[in-house]
């Protein structure tokens, strides 16, 4: 399953799962670097970066960006 930061919330961070789920996790259990927008991936319990996900949902923003502003 694919999770998205949509925000934190003093110790804890709110992820949207690729299902439109709502999880909450503590924020130590995040990788360092991670920002609101980053996706992650969970194996065996431990969140990592999902770099490729990241890149290609922001590209598939900006793309909707500059088509609307053309």
Do not use: Y
């Not at 992820?15 to 130590?28: I, N, P, T, Y």
Request: glycine share 6%; aromatic share 8%; net charge negative.
């Amino acid at each position: 399953m694919l999770f998205c930061i949509d925000r934190f919330e003093g110790d804890l961070c709110i992820l949207q799962a690729d299902d439109d789920s709502m999880h909450e996790f503590s924020r130590h259990l995040i990788p360092a670097g991670a920002t609101e927008g980053t996706w992650l991936t969970q194996v065996d319990g431990v969140f990592h970066i999902d770099a490729a996900e990241t890149e290609r949902v922001a590209a598939r923003i900006r793309d909707k960006m500059n088509r609307l502003w053309q």
